[in-house]
């Protein structure tokens, strides 16, 4: 039987659509390899989200097309060689992406779904605006920082350890009693715009080829293998997650919801993004998007949308996630 959808007024068999995703893929590769590995991307933000989201489509019409290693299957690239490996205790994932009001209309309804609460039930959402950075995971052993990776593909990071414990933002041991403890915090490396514009200046004096955004410098920065390069770069992290919590040999938890987990980061000394704001509907989470994307300008650092997080853990946990990420979280990016 020859399959047919439409797509983009015309129809797609399975053949092209073959095609098409072979094509789309090796774009996404490409572009992931200078993003990731050299901190110089050829396609821009907008450009690489559309190839994505047209291979999800194509994917969601032929689902049986989907293989393993499909861009929508997995995080980033391998960690380059330059670097020792870090193998992550639990997988550093990305976050699926909304681009419409109808798209986080969809993923509300489908956090609800999932639960097993109707429609009308209230879920409340942590929204938080979304930095763009790139994420790193920082391992405390006895309240001290041991070790710190990138996210790599999600499964094997880039031990750039050195380079973390130069910024400032990060404690190098933590309040409190963490005898015989593990504490995983994740978070996002970035550089305000300031900062960027700055360094840019200075490149332009001394012959430098510049950074195209404050994205691109900040991974140049933090994926050094000289620390001291990284120290001059004045980079700073927010976290928004954790990963391994174990004490005495059992796992511990930091709340029961993401707001308590916030209060327990200020605690610990670490920074959190703002503004944010609990949600307990639709029409709050479009509210709060609309007034990042006023304030977004007088930030100081740069943003690429806002991320919905369910704020209860237990809730989260039930939710799971898919192979790419987790169903509990969903960014809505800005326009291009
Ligand atoms: S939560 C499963 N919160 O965006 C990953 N991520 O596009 C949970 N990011 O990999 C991440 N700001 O590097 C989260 N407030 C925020 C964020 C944030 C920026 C980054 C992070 C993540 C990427 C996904």
């Known amino acids: 039987m020859v399959r047919k959808q439409k797509s983009k007024g015309r129809f797609l068999d399975e053949g092209a659509a073959k095609e098409e995703l072979t094509?789309?893929?090796?774009?996404?590769?490409?572009?992931?390899?200078?993003?990731?590995?050299?901190?110089?991307?050829?396609?821009?933000?907008?450009?690489?989200?559309?190839?994505?989201?047209?291979?999800?489509?194509?994917?969601?019409?032929?689902?049986?097309?989907?293989?393993?290693?499909?861009?929508?299957?997995?995080?980033?690239?391998?960690?380059?060689?330059?670097?020792?490996?870090?193998?992550?205790?639990?997988?550093?994932?990305?976050?699926?992406?909304?681009?419409?009001?109808?798209?986080?209309?969809?993923?509300?309804?489908?956090?609800?779904?999932?639960?097993?609460?109707?429609?009308?039930?209230?879920?409340?959402?942590?929204?938080?605006?979304?930095?763009?950075?790139l994420s790193?995971?920082?391992?405390?052993?006895?309240?001290?920082?041991?070790?710190?990776?990138?996210?790599?593909?999600?499964?094997?990071?880039?031990?750039?350890?050195?380079?973390?414990?130069?910024?400032?933002?990060?404690?190098?041991?933590?309040?409190?009693?963490?005898?015989?403890?593990?504490?995983?915090?994740?978070?996002?490396?970035?550089?305000?715009?300031?900062?960027?514009?700055?360094?840019?200046?200075?490149?332009?004096?001394?012959?430098?080829?510049?950074?195209?955004?404050?994205r691109n410098a900040a991974a140049g920065g933090l994926r050094q293998l000289d620390p001291k390069i990284t120290a001059q770069r004045k980079l700073k992290f927010f976290a928004y997650g954790y990963g391994e919590l174990r004490k005495g040999g059992a796992d511990f938890s930091l709340g029961t919801t993401l707001l308590e987990v916030r209060e327990r980061f200020v605690e610990l000394g670490f920074i959190l993004n703002e503004p944010c704001r609990m949600s307990a509907s639709i029409e709050e989470l479009l509210e709060y998007y609309d007034k990042i994307v006023v304030e977004r300008p007088s930030l100081p650092m740069d943003l690429d949308g806002v991320v919905y997080k369910v704020n209860d853990l237990a809730l989260q946990a039930r939710l799971g996630a898919v192979p790419r990420s987790p169903r509990r979280a969903k960014a809505q990016k800005f326009p291009a």
Do not use: W
Not at 28 to 41: A, H
Not at 91 to 110: I, R
Not at 148 to 176: C, F, H, Q
């Open 23 to 133: 094509e789309l893929t090796k774009k996404i590769r490409e572009n992931d390899e200078l993003y990731y590995l050299k901190d110089s991307p050829s396609l821009s933000d907008a450009e690489y989200d559309a190839l994505r989201k047209r291979l999800i489509f194509i994917e969601n019409k032929f689902p049986h097309l989907i293989v393993a290693d499909s861009p929508s299957q997995t995080v980033g690239v391998a960690p380059a060689e330059a670097f020792s490996k870090v193998r992550h205790g639990q997988p550093m994932l990305s976050l699926s992406n909304a681009f419409s009001k109808e798209d986080v209309v969809g993923f509300v309804s489908k956090v609800k779904r999932f639960i097993g609460v109707d429609e009308c039930s209230e879920v409340q959402f942590l929204a938080e605006p979304k930095i763009d950075g």
């Open 136 to 214: 790193a995971a920082l391992r405390y052993e006895n309240g001290v920082f041991v070790q710190g990776a990138t996210r790599g593909d999600g499964l094997v990071g880039e031990d750039v350890t050195a380079n973390l414990a130069t910024i400032s933002d990060i404690p190098k041991s933590l309040e409190g009693n963490f005898d015989s403890a593990v504490l995983e915090v994740r978070g996002e490396v970035y550089m305000a715009r300031e900062d960027f514009l700055q360094l840019n200046v200075d490149r332009e004096r001394n012959g430098d080829e510049q950074f195209s955004n404050p």
